[in-house]
C-alpha cells in the first residue's frame, strides 16, 4: 500500500516538473525579450541636409560630409 501512494506521487512529480517547471523558464525568456526591443528600438537619427526630414544614422547617405535622406536629396544638394 505504502509503495502503490509513494508510485503516485513520484508520477504526480513527475508531470508537475515536466509541465509547470518549464512554463517558470518560459516566462523568464519572455521577460527578457523587451530588453531587447528597446535597444533595437534606439538608434540614433540624423537631420537630411535638403529636405530636413529626420533619419536613421544606417539608412542616411553621406556625400560631402553632409547626411542625405534619399540620391533625390543628394542630387538636389549638388
Known sequence: MILKILLV???????????????AVRNDSIDS?????????ANDMVECSTCGVYCELKEAIISDAKYYCSQECVKKAS
Open 33 to 41: 525579450q523587451p530588453k531587447r526591443k528597446e535597444k533595437r528600438e
Open 9 to 23: 506521487a513520484g508520477v504526480v512529480f513527475v508531470v508537475y516538473a515536466l509541465f509547470f517547471k518549464k512554463k
